[in-house]
């Protein structure tokens, strides 16, 4: 005889196995899940969405020039932290600890408010259409541009996380200590090559960085008590004077010899040893594998644009597969939401988040 499960139970196991899809989605992926990206995907339904964030892009840019390299950061910020979703833009809630207070975001990644203008012009345009998640890659994309590097078609139609992790940030964004190996590592776990890791690199040819970020180099690399021995001597001495022992962690300096431009200085940098941070450095000084593509592209800009463009489009390809959707303001999840905690098999604490 059949005896009907209790509707306790049932719910239960309902929610077990809403838990079990959304965790074995988790990991980023570019296949499948990536496959209904394309260029052109807003021409029916927003035409004029790509001239828009170029608008926008260009009006943020004539206000301070350094935003576009900081634009062009977000991609990267929030593609590698399960997937390109716009995570990254949502803000903390008493029930979610987002990831731009994790260890590689605060005090250094901005023009989170670029991204705001952006969405509030494309929004009074087309309401509900565009995706947080693809105007951050049309963004980083005219950063490029504008600042005089490759252009690109973007794939568009990507959807909007209900959530993010300030947890898998600290555990997946790398340290500006990190080695060429540790590096090659990270990018390998995205399908991502030694090429495409030098190439995206280079996205350091624009930008700046804190002096946080190098004072171990000048002064106590690797607990040596002494400075980094890749280290051109003469441009130790005006980091020196930039970021001198105990001075102010926030100053700020060019990640390369012309950070305002998208050239191939960058590398050109990196073979005098005159790399800004010691991530940048060791691509040069540290690794054969990552050593002749530094060197191919401080010889010949357009092998650095083309194998940068194909990067960035390997990189925006990838996704987790969660549900998403378009956020109508890229800080907040639309609705509202109740939060549901599971433990995994392993004792670890995972929520999801439900309109």
Known sequence: MFHPLPSSLLLLLLLYALFLSVVYAAEPSSAAS??????????????????TVRGVIRRAMARERRSAASVMRLQFHDCFVNGCDASLL??????????????????SLRSYDVIDEVKEEVERECPGVVSCADIIVMAA?????????PYWDVKLGRVDSLTASQE????????????????INLFAQFN?????LVALSGSHSIGEGRCFSIVFRLYNQSGSGRPDPHMDSEFRGKLDTLCPKGGDGNVTGGLDATPVVFDNQYFKDLVRLRGFLNSDQTLYSDNEKTREPVECFSRDQEAFFAAFVE???????????????????CRVVNGQSM????????????????E
């Open 339 to 354: 939060s549901v905690d599971f433990m995994d098999i392993n004792g670890q604490g995972r929520r999801i988040l439900e």
């Open 168 to 183: 898998d940030a600290d555990r997946i964004m790398p340290s500006p200590r990190a080695n060429a190996t540790s590096l």
């Open 34 to 51: 990536a496959a209904h990206l394309r260029p052109g995907y807003y021409s029916s339904t927003c035409p004029g969405a790509e001239s």
């Open 141 to 149: 994309r005219d950063a490029v541009v504008l600042s005089g590097g």
């Open 192 to 196: 991502l090559t030694v090429t495409d």
């Open 90 to 107: 949502l803000d903390d809630t008493p029930t979610m600890l987002g990831e731009k207070l994790s260890l590689s975001n605060i005090n």
């Open 311 to 329: 990067g960035m489009v390997r990189m925006g390809d990838l996704q987790s597969g969660r549900r998403g959707e378009i956020r109508r303001n």
